[in-house]
Nanobody
Framework: VQLQASGGGMVQAGDSLRLSCAAPSRTFSTYAVGWFRQAPGKEHNFVAA????????YYTDSVKGRFTISRDNASNTVFLQMNSLKPEDTANYFCVARRTAPHTMGRLPYYAMDLRGKGTLVTVSS
């Protein structure tokens, strides 16, 4: 069972990108799906998560007001709309899932996730 992340790319500061995460159908209704990111030489850090059942979302402070996480249950896809990108957003972004609430996912380490997909690289130049 894999999560398939896509949508990364190279952009300039202030631009937008939308990441997508295709999740297996069995993850829906009981899981939160979210994103961690790993900058070069750094550890994985939580970005955002959403409850697949209720649609409630949770964000790390540094992306609040700029990033929006959403889900489309019909296609089993979670999106991360990233606006006003900054060079410090440059990282490999990983889609994850865990049977938990979004705010709880934000307090857990990356390796505690039930499902982890391959990353998609986002590069923001100044």
């Amino acid at each position: 069972v894999q999560l398939q992340a896509s949508g990364g790319g190279m952009v300039q500061a202030g631009d937008s990108l939308r990441l997508s995460c295709a999740a297996p159908s069995r993850t829906f209704s009981t899981y939160a799906v979210g994103w961690f990111r790993q900058a070069p030489g750094k550890e994985h850090n939580f970005v955002a998560a959403i409850s697949l059942r209720y649609g409630s979302a949770y964000y790390t402070d540094s992306v609040k007001g700029r990033f929006t996480i959403s889900r489309d249950n019909a296609s089993n896809t979670v999106f991360l709309q990233m606006n006003s990108l900054k060079p410090e957003d440059t990282a490999n972004y990983f889609c994850v899932a865990r049977r938990t609430a979004p705010h709880t996912m934000g307090r857990l380490p990356y390796y505690a996730m039930d499902l982890r997909g391959k990353g998609t690289l986002v590069t923001v130049s100044s």
